[in-house]
């Protein structure tokens, strides 16, 4: 289970006594609060700008920047080609505020090649593209066997690849970063940007899914 | 250093568990540490290097628990570490003295852009790269006591070189807080049957980035 990696699952076993969890959220709690206050008496941030960092995370940067880069590379083949070859310099438009920050790397799926993320040392993940990452990709299981067994992984999300499929894993070990460009699901011939944009998962720009397939009517 | 951090090709850590509509935070106190960590990083209080090396230090027990406790742990570690705060500070949770003037000043809503993308690690060089495209290569056997990127389930492997990213910052002198001794880096890839024997996922290939000096001709 993923008890060591998410707090809320971490004293389920202890009911009987004061440690337990609304005691220790406290505390932690307590701590935060020593830490933020001690930034801010000693002039090292204002809190307005610290509230602005967390509002920023949870407003603006997530996987829609990602998902909006996609659909483009998968309508545009010279927008695909400078993808390719640059990210972060093709990324930059679509970014908060204009720009992507330095070392994005876009990694193409093909029928013969699966690309997949991870990051075994610390958590490294394209914040700029994709937002803060989700738990599951900062927790021991994903971190640990992405690199051995990938495949048992993929099927914890459900996704299932051709046996002869190369599986390719992009360990982010310095400051390079990673995205996943999927392939386009069949049946979208001559939908919007904005209609593909909706079919790209967080996870497909992972590797860990597949982008939705189109639902209602397909050729 | 070969700490818990290192957790390529472990076992016994149990499934993956995606969660279903995930919200960015479980609590407002992650979004805090958060910022509080971001903020100091932006106004130069400690590298990002600093920062990681300053997670791998927590002891196991601590390290296991989740990624905005180790934050929290890493911040508190490092307001000391690095001269911003006292212990007896972050025990009573207040300032019981002037802060210490930082390299970029005081965080404010003006310079929340350095927030929103990252910066660059590019460095000019001072050298020619070593290797290139297609060159076999091994990832040295080496096990420094300090911070390092070479994860342990590639030492020893032999790899090809598959992209070049130029010079940057080397994260093993810029934790160590001796400046950005810049580095080649590469992107090193293995086979799977390499890293992990010949039972191994035949269509498996894992690639690293590798600095130069973790690296030596096959």
Redesign the interface.
Known sequence: ??A?????H?HHHHHDHDHGEASD?SE????????????V??????P???????E???T???PHIGARIVARAWTDPAFRAALLSDAAKASAPF???G?????L?AVENTPERHNMVVC????CYP??VL??P???Y????????A?????A?LR??GVSLP???????????????YMVLPMRPAGTEGWSEERLAALVTR?SMIG?GLPHEPSGDRP | MNGI???????????????ES?P????A?E??????S???GA?G?WN?DQG?YG?EQLAPQRY??????RW?AR??WA?VEYG??DAD??A????LR???A?PRG????A???R????????RPSSAPARFALGDRVRAKNINPKGHT???R?VRGHLGTVE?L?GC??F?DSAAAGEGDNPQW?Y?VRFD?RD??GAD??P?????????EPYLEPA
Request: aromatic share 10%.
């Open positions: 289970m993923a060591m990696t998410d707090h809320h971490h959220l932690t709690e307590l701590r935060v609060r020593a830490l933020q206050t001690i930034l008496e000693k002039g090292y941030a204002d307005a700008a610290l509230d602005a960092i967390v920023t995370y949870e603006k940067i997530g970014g908060h505020d720009k992507v920050g330095d070392h790397v075994t040392l610390c958590s914040w700029d937002g803060l989700p738990v599951w900062k927790s021991f299981a994903y971190r640990s066997r690199v051995k067994e990938p495949r992984v914890e999300f046996e002869q499929s190369e599986i390719r894993i992009w360990d982010s070990t310095a400051e390079v970063r996870d860990t | 951090h290192d957790m390529g090709g472990m076992d016994g850590f149990g499934r993956v568990e995606p969660e995930e960015v935070f479980h609590g106190w979004g805090k540490v958060m910022a509080a971001r903020a100091m106004i209080a990002i990681r997670i296991l628990t989740s990624y905005y406790h929290l911040c508190e307001l911003y705060a500070e972050i009573a949770g207040r300032s002037p802060g210490k930082a005081r965080f404010t809503l310079n929340l852009d927030i929103g993308n990252r910066g660059s690690y590019a990127r070479l994860p389930y992209r990213h940057q910052v994260p880096l992107t799977g890293l992990w191994a996922d269509t498996l290939r894992v690639s690293v980035e590798a600095f």
